[in-house]
């Protein structure tokens, strides 16, 4: 059974940056049809996706964070990533990682991947 594990999440400063990183287990990572991601859920608000690498390793963003975010990933090592860099304190939430296994024009950052990780708190405080 498929198992997406994150690590990397805790408390930063406004401005400052950090790293997540998700462990995938029993998922084929270099499939040209696996398609990864990045969710994210705010207190109070609905779960957004917030990027997106297909198999081809083509990438989406949110627009709030285009710029500031870098999703990749290490197939050796069967792990993703998300650097954040500018941290905000809107940036706060449980993130997510998420796969599926879906064609380039089927994977972007709607709500509907197949696996999910059990999530990692991130705090940005101003």
């Known amino acids: 059974q498929v198992q997406l594990v994150e690590s990397g999440g805790g408390s930063v400063q406004a401005g400052g940056s950090q790293l997540l990183s998700c462990a995938a287990f029993?998922?084929?990572?270099?499939?040209?049809?696996?398609?990864m991601g990045w969710f994210r859920q705010a207190p109070g608000k609905e779960r957004e996706g917030v990027a997106v690498?297909?198999?081809?390793?083509?990438?989406e963003y949110a627009d709030s964070v285009k710029g500031r975010f870098t999703i990749s990933k290490d197939n050796a090592k069967k792990t993703l990533y998300l650097q954040m860099s500018s941290l905000k304190p809107e940036d706060t939430g449980i993130y997510y990682c998420?796969?599926?296994?879906?064609?380039?024009?089927?994977?972007?950052?709607?709500?509907?991947?197949?696996?999910w990780g059990q999530g990692t708190q991130v705090t940005v405080s101003s």
């Open positions: 029993n998922y084929d990572v270099t499939t040209n049809v696996a398609c």
């Open positions: 998420a796969a599926k296994y879906a064609a380039r024009r089927n994977c972007g950052t709607r709500d509907d991947f197949d696996y």
């Open positions: 690498i297909a198999g081809d390793g083509d990438t």
